[in-house]
């Protein structure tokens, strides 16, 4: 027995478990009914704006559709240099326009302008809501009647992508594919643990009372990932949290260009999994070439080299688990094929990640330069 047949075998059975993480995470992560609402709590809609001239007018267009009947809609102008403010303003009186107070030191800019709009909010439910992002009618609707039937404090939500660049469209499915593929989801419910917590920034839905007994974006507020810490807050403090496949009910654009999607990915990757370096190592030189690897093996038959079966087989494993993973995120299906591609450039945005944190270098974002290297590593749930 060779150690390239048990490497083989091993490789194997590891891409037949993470299929079948896949479809377990599928049941787990439950799509929301499309009712129309039923609730009649009053819901702030809050949207921090900095050079969104691009997108803002699209996002209020579709919050004031929404069929929930109690809504605010408060949008903060963080020092916009663009046309931001002026969109806003010929959108009516629906919404309300607040200007940001300067940044202070110790915050970074998403999390300040995050907290000044719950300061703002007068809604027992709170949805933070990125300017690129827009909401199907039911959106809000369907996340409060997920949070009255499963009985939980926050809701984050896989979403739907709606960048047109080619970068957007073969490396961003991915987000939804790590997730669906590498992350036991059912943790997010059951665990207590706070580092075992997961969101995404275009569209949260918290309760007030869980918010402000978590310390919301106060609580650590020069953490450079303001989502997934916040979920993280929440959860430290007692709360319950579900995670759903929102891919009918919003879209964002995330990042457009590979060069911003290196940037955004390279600010988040190392703060994402809790700034622990031996996770990231692992997934950064393991996990993610090991993905990537079946491929490569293929590719390298068209140039003389000997392919098992094997590796035909881990390919089409590979495949199966990217095809199903792009039809739940509604992603061009022909993405796919840059699977391994789109896998390393993960692992290496990582990597940069970690370096930029544990050299203090800075990261410009949204024209603020930021430090990522993250401070004494602290018990979440010894805080609160």
């Keep these: 027995m060779t150690w390239e047949f048990i490497f083989g075998r091993f490789v194997t059975l590891l891409l037949v478990c993470q299929l079948g993480l896949i479809l377990w995470n599928l049941r787990v992560i439950l799509r929301p009914k499309k009712v129309k609402s039923y609730s009649n709590k009053k819901v702030s809609l809050l949207i921090p704006a900095r050079n969104e001239e691009g997108f803002i007018g699209d996002c209020l267009r579709s919050l004031l559709t929404q069929d929930h009947p109690n809504i605010e809609i408060v949008v903060l102008d963080?020092?916009?240099?663009?046309?931001?403010?002026?969109i806003v303003e010929s959108i009516g009186e629906r919404?309300?326009?607040?200007?940001?107070?300067?940044?202070?030191?110790?915050?970074?800019?998403?999390?300040?302008?995050?907290?000044?709009?719950s300061q703002h909010a007068t809604g027992e439910v709170f949805f933070f809501i990125d300017a690129d992002a827009v909401l199907e009618p039911i959106a809000i609707s369907s996340v409060l009647q997920v949070m009255e039937e499963q009985k939980v404090d926050m809701v984050a939500s896989l979403l739907r992508n709606r960048g047109s660049s080619l970068a957007s469209r073969i490396l961003?499915?991915?987000?939804?594919h790590a997730v669906l593929a590498l992350f036991p989801a059912s943790l997010?419910?059951?665990?207590?643990?706070p580092d075992v917590a997961l969101a995404f920034g275009p569209f949260i839905g918290v309760t007030r009372n869980a918010y402000d007994k978590s310390g919301g974006h106060a609580a650590h507020p020069a953490h450079i990932v303001d989502d997934v810490q916040l979920a993280r807050s929440v959860k430290a403090s007692g709360h319950h949290q579900r995670l759903i496949n929102g891919t009918d009910l919003a879209a964002t654009t995330w990042y457009s260009g590979f060069a911003d999607i290196w940037r955004g990915f390279s600010k988040n990757a190392y703060g994402a999994l809790s700034y622990r370096t031996s996770l990231s190592l692992f997934v950064a030189f393991f996990i993610a070439p090991l993905m990537a690897l079946p491929f490569l093996r293929l590719l390298a038959g068209f140039f003389g080299a000997t392919v098992p079966m094997e590796?035909?087989?881990?390919?089409?494993?590979l495949v199966l688990g990217r095809f199903i993973t792009s039809?739940?995120?509604?992603?061009?299906?022909?993405?796919?094929?840059?699977h391994p591609f789109a896998m390393l450039f993960w692992g290496a945005t990582l990597i940069w990640s970690m370096i930029l944190s544990l050299t203090g270098q800075q990261i410009q974002w949204k024209s603020r330069d930021y430090t990522t290297k993250p401070q004494h590593r602290r018990n979440l749930a010894e805080e609160n």
């Design 172 to 176: 961003l499915p991915i987000v939804n």
């Design 78 to 86: 963080d020092h916009s240099t663009d046309r931001t403010k002026t």
């Design 188 to 193: 997010v419910h059951r665990s207590s643990n």
């Design 327 to 338: 039809t739940t995120g509604r992603d061009p299906l022909w993405g796919v094929i840059f």
């Design 95 to 117: 919404v309300k326009l607040i200007p940001s107070s300067p940044l202070p030191n110790g915050w970074t800019g998403k999390n300040w302008a995050c907290h000044q709009l």
């Design 311 to 317: 590796v035909l087989w881990q390919v089409v494993l």
